[in-house]
């Protein structure tokens, strides 16, 4: 992937225009020169990420566009046609894997999440080293199948989906709105990723914020269980259980309370909520050196190692999780489909054989990538641990995987 910027600089502003040429020969070896196959037109392109916004090596949102600056879906690298796309920059995780792991265990358990593409980024002449091409969470029928809304679906049917709400940080500027359930003294901070919270009519806010409170309302009563009232009713409850095994396995720090997905299709196509799709799972499998989330009881149990029964110290895990974990039914799902995933998808020898594919695949491109950046054997936060060579940190997240399966099953 070659942009070029012109000069321009690009911060997490507004996206700034540029060029982007991308050189892609399936199975054989692509070098700079080489004539620009896979695409070669317009973009713009902005830094995106908040932590990880610090690093030198910087994670980028690009929109494909035409000649008049409008955006235009096209096919990046055999992934379906969008205008959508994150450049994301694993530079912490030295495996170069540990979100792609996350998001590639999403989908083969029959779930929505981005699809992958590793690449490698120069940027205005400056080899950046290896990058994982992704799709932007957004509707579209090849990645968060569900209707439109448009911007006069102001009544009826149309008007109750499709949506598409991030659980996160909030806001500077006052687009999403806090829950009206709080953790200790925190609310959630809800936003409408799609459409964007700024393009929302008047009606469409309000009907979305008074889905998620009766949504809320349910969790929150004495009768959230009943099957005909409760949860059941308004949720498609494998996708909260699908969500909440990734997380477990990864043991992902911000799952439930960061970057964490809601959709909800309109009411003629179910119109229940779903949870995913599942994103940005870098500080996970074992990458992390703190847990921000001192463990409470859950169930009566200590639960210790499970996110789910963690209370945040800066942002907290919204209070309906702690619900849907306190009633049997849900955690019997939990249980039965966790002990029908580790005989396939959550294999361990499965699971090591896709990492040690991973593993050969960047082998080469992993030391141009360690030559631009020399942190391998180097504190990076919050490292959990620090190898000295590619393979060594491999060898560490495969171990980990095992430990992590072996602790769960117990």
Same mark, same amino acid.
């Given at each position: 992937?070659? *942009?070029?910027?012109?000069?321009?600089?690009?911060?997490?502003?507004?996206?700034?225009?540029?060029?982007?040429?991308?050189?892609?020969?399936?199975?054989?070896?692509?070098?700079?020169?080489?004539?620009?196959?896979?695409?070669?037109?317009?973009?713009? *392109?902005?830094?995106?990420?908040?932590?990880?916004?610090?690093?030198?090596?910087?994670?980028?949102?690009?929109?494909?566009? =035409?000649?008049?600056?409008?955006?235009?879906?096209?096919?990046?690298?055999?992934?379906?046609?969008?205008?959508?796309?994150?450049?994301?920059?694993?530079?912490? =995780?030295?495996?170069?894997?540990?979100?792609?792991?996350?998001?590639?265990?999403?989908?083969?358990?029959?779930?929505?999440?981005?699809?992958?593409?590793?690449?490698?980024?120069?940027?205005?002449?400056?080899?950046?080293?290896?990058?994982?091409?992704?799709?932007?969470?957004?509707?579209?029928?090849?990645?968060? =199948?569900?209707?439109? &809304?448009?911007?006069?679906?102001?009544?009826? =049917?149309?008007?109750?989906?499709?949506?598409?709400?991030?659980?996160?940080?909030?806001?500077?500027?006052?687009?999403?709105?806090?829950?009206?359930? @709080?953790?200790?003294? #925190?609310?959630?901070?809800?936003?409408?990723?799609?459409?964007?919270?700024?393009?929302? #009519?008047?009606?469409?806010?309000?009907?979305?914020?008074?889905?998620?409170?009766?949504?809320?309302?349910?969790?929150?009563?004495?009768?959230? @269980?009943?099957?005909?009232?409760?949860?059941?009713?308004?949720?498609?409850?494998?996708?909260?259980?699908?969500?909440?095994?990734?997380?477990?396995?990864?043991?992902?720090?911000?799952?439930?309370?960061?970057?964490?997905?809601?959709?909800? @299709? /309109?009411?003629?196509?179910?119109?229940?909520?779903?949870?995913?799709?599942?994103?940005?799972?870098?500080?996970?499998?074992?990458?992390?050196?703190?847990?921000?989330?001192?463990?409470?009881?859950?169930?009566?149990?200590?639960?210790?190692?499970?996110? *789910?029964?963690?209370?945040? &110290?800066?942002?907290? *895990?919204?209070?309906?999780?702690? /619900?849907?974990?306190?009633?049997?039914?849900?955690?019997?799902?939990?249980?039965?489909?966790?002990?029908?995933?580790? /005989?396939?998808?959550?294999?361990?020898?499965?699971?090591?054989?896709? &990492?040690?594919?991973?593993?050969? #695949?960047? #082998? @080469?491109?992993?030391?141009?990538?360690?030559? /631009?950046?020399?942190?391998?054997?180097?504190?990076?936060?919050?490292?959990?641990?620090?190898?000295?060579?590619?393979?060594?940190?491999?060898?560490?997240?495969?171990?980990?995987?095992?430990?992590?399966?072996?602790?769960?099953?117990?």
């Amino acid at each position: 992937m070659v *942009i070029e910027t012109g000069g321009r600089v690009v911060t997490e502003g507004g996206k700034v225009p540029a060029r982007m040429g991308v050189i892609d020969h399936p199975g054989a070896l692509n070098t700079l020169g080489d004539v620009f196959d896979g695409y070669d037109g317009a973009i713009g *392109i902005r830094v995106r990420g908040s932590s990880s916004a610090g690093f030198p090596k910087v994670s980028y949102t690009v929109e494909t566009r =035409d000649a008049d600056g409008g955006d235009t879906a096209v096919s990046l690298l055999g992934l379906p046609k969008d205008s959508d796309w994150v450049l994301y920059a694993p530079y912490s =995780d030295k495996t170069l894997m540990r979100d792609v792991l996350a998001l590639t265990l999403a989908r083969a358990m029959g779930n929505y999440a981005s699809r992958h593409r590793f690449c490698e980024l120069v940027l205005d002449g400056d080899y950046r080293g290896v990058y994982v091409l992704l799709e932007m969470p957004e509707r579209a029928p090849h990645r968060v =199948d569900m209707a439109q &809304v448009h911007a006069e679906d102001l009544s009826g =049917d149309a008007l109750t989906g499709g949506y598409l709400i991030d659980i996160n940080h909030q806001e500077q500027d006052g687009d999403g709105w806090l829950s009206g359930y @709080a953790v200790v003294d #925190q609310r959630p901070y809800y936003a409408c990723a799609d459409p964007a919270a700024a393009d929302l #009519q008047p009606e469409q806010r309000a009907y979305l914020e008074g889905a998620v409170d009766a949504f809320e309302a349910t969790l929150a009563g004495a009768r959230y @269980a009943d099957v005909d009232s409760g949860y059941p009713h308004q949720l498609e409850v494998g996708s909260f259980v699908d969500y909440l095994l990734v997380s477990e396995v990864a043991r992902n720090v911000d799952a439930y309370r960061l970057s964490a997905y809601m959709s909800k @299709a /309109r009411d003629s196509a179910g119109g229940r909520w779903r949870m995913g799709p599942v994103w940005d799972v870098d500080l996970a499998f074992g990458n992390v050196d703190y847990d921000g989330h001192p463990t409470v009881p859950l169930q009566g149990d200590p639960a210790e190692g499970l996110q *789910i029964g963690s209370r945040g &110290v800066e942002l907290l *895990i919204p209070f309906w999780w702690r /619900r849907l974990a306190a009633d049997r039914a849900f955690v019997h799902t939990v249980g039965v489909r966790y002990q029908s995933l580790r /005989r396939g998808v959550l294999a361990s020898d499965s699971l090591v054989t896709w &990492v040690r594919a991973t593993q050969a #695949q960047l #082998q @080469a491109p992993a030391a141009r990538n360690f030559a /631009r950046w020399p942190v391998l054997g180097v504190y990076v936060w919050p490292n959990g641990y620090v190898g000295q060579t590619y393979n060594e940190e491999v060898d560490y997240l495969v171990q980990w995987l095992r430990h992590r399966l072996d602790w769960l099953d117990a």
